[in-house]
């Protein structure tokens, strides 16, 4: 008996102990990890002659935590805080944590730029400032023509951002409508 590991399409899908006449009959092809340093799991690549760990992305995550309104009677936001609904003339106040790869909140501070764009042309500047890994961006949606679907994503928010700065962020959209 021995450690194998299953690959398919150059991809460790399983790691079993067993002889190596059953685990050929798991998957088309088997490699025998004995003496293999570090040992690998599923989701590590294998090039026919050695095995590579998976890439992972250790940028740290941008997570909203609320989004506030002045005009909380008009406004939606959903609870996973991804869209917020309002009218012209609405402040919205974000709060985020960026947080690392075991969840836990980045203790950083800092001010750097949140463009945002408009669906079917235009973009606006926000400015985020975050103390202790808290960040506060506020959004004003007060002059006319503000209406429209605003859009912060991953890419407009790492935009202006120098590479040792970028974060992960699933995005918002604040759905602007006339009243």
Do not use: H
């Amino acid at each position: 008996m021995s450690d194998f590991a299953l690959i398919e399409n150059g991809v460790v899908r399983n790691v079993i102990v067993s002889t190596q006449a059953y685990a050929q009959t798991q998957a088309s092809t088997v490699v025998d990890l004995t003496g293999v340093n570090p040992r690998p799991g599923p989701g590590w690549t294998y090039n026919g002659a050695s095995f590579a760990a998976p890439i992972t992305d250790a940028r740290p995550r941008l997570v909203i935590t609320n989004v506030a309104s002045d005009n909380t009677a008009k406004t939606l936001v959903d609870s996973q805080f991804r869209e917020a609904t309002c009218p012209v003339g609405t402040t919205l106040t974000f709060t985020a944590e960026l947080r690392d790869s075991s969840n836990q909140r980045i203790p950083a501070s800092d001010t750097f730029r949140m463009p945002l764009n408009k669906r079917g042309g235009g973009e606006g500047m926000l400015l985020a400032t975050m103390v202790a890994g808290v960040v506060t961006i506020r959004a004003a949606f007060t002059t006319p023509g503000d209406d429209g679907a605003w859009v912060v994503d991953e890419a407009t928010i790492n935009a202006s951002l120098p590479p040792a700065s970028q974060m992960r962020f699933a995005g918002f959209v604040a759905n602007v409508y006339r009243a």
